[in-house]
T-cell receptor, first 111, second 114 residues
Framework: SQKIEQNSEALNIQEGKTATLTCNYTNYSPAYLQWYRQDPGRGPVFLLLIRENEKEKRKERLKVTFDTTLKQSLFHITASQPADSATYLCALASGTYKYIFGTGTRLKVLA | NAGVTQTPKFQVLKTGQSMTLQCAQDMNHNSMYWYRQDPGMGLRLIYYSASEGTTDKGEVPNGYNVSRLNKREFSLRLESAAPSQTSVYFC?????????????FGPGTRLTVL
């Protein structure tokens, strides 16, 4: 069955450093992959989408890579700030309308 | 422009009781979704509606029913609540095009079934 894996352990990094989060998937070849941010007690918020023919995508301090050979996406936050502390979810489109979400990685940026 | 709204925000039910979770969006999106989120399980799709008048099962539909009342509203009903349905429920609407595919989530409903 299709599966997405994100590091379930929390990631703690120092302010100003680059945070790197990993999303691995199996048994699927998605046309694109999405990243969402979720704050405690709130719904997820869309951040970025990267297509299978795009190796890298950037938005301000965010960068996403997509390696279809490794079946992996990396999500980077450069010059991280305490306000970046949240849980980050990756999601794959499974067919035209369905999505599969990872369990998310909790990031904590220490001041 | 409120985006996606959900009611209620919190609910406590006893086993066997029924209730309907309401969801509305004001972005004129065709597709709408219901997810549940449990610790360590991530978001799991319960039902979705690709367009007004259509609904389809997701990954975990058992124990739930849905109604796409019109383009704006998509409700989720628990006919006979069970403790296993204790969860946080999120509604989402989706916009998609050539260069984009984005889901907009509501604030969630925290449901406890005793």
């Amino acid at each position: 069955s299709q599966k997405i894996e994100q590091n379930s352990e929390a990631l703690n990094i120092q302010e100003g450093k680059t945070a790197t989060l990993t999303c691995n998937y199996t048994n699927y070849s998605p046309a694109y992959l999405q990243w969402y941010r979720q704050d405690p007690g709130r719904g997820p918020v869309f951040l970025l989408l990267i297509r299978e023919n795009e190796k890298e995508k950037r938005k301000e301090r965010l960068k996403v890579t997509f390696d279809t050979t490794l079946k992996q996406s990396l999500f980077h936050i450069t010059a991280s700030q305490p306000a970046d502390s949240a849980t980050y979810l990756c999601a794959l489109a499974s067919g035209t309308y369905k999505y599969i979400f990872g369990t998310g990685t909790r990031l904590k940026v220490l001041a | 422009n409120a985006g996606v709204t959900q009611t209620p925000k919190f609910q406590v039910l006893k086993t066997g009781q029924s209730m309907t979770l309401q969801c509305a969006q004001d972005m004129n999106h065709n597709s709408m979704y219901w997810y549940r989120q449990d610790p360590g399980m991530g978001l799991r799709l319960i039902y979705y509606s690709a367009s007004e008048g259509t609904t389809d099962k997701g990954e975990v539909p058992n124990g739930y029913n849905v109604s796409r009342l019109n383009k704006r509203e998509f409700s989720l009903r628990l006919e006979s609540a069970a403790p296993s349905q204790t969860s946080v429920y999120f509604c989402a609407s989706r916009t998609s095009g050539v260069f984009t595919d984005t889901q907009y989530f509501g604030p969630g409903t925290r449901l406890t079934v005793l």
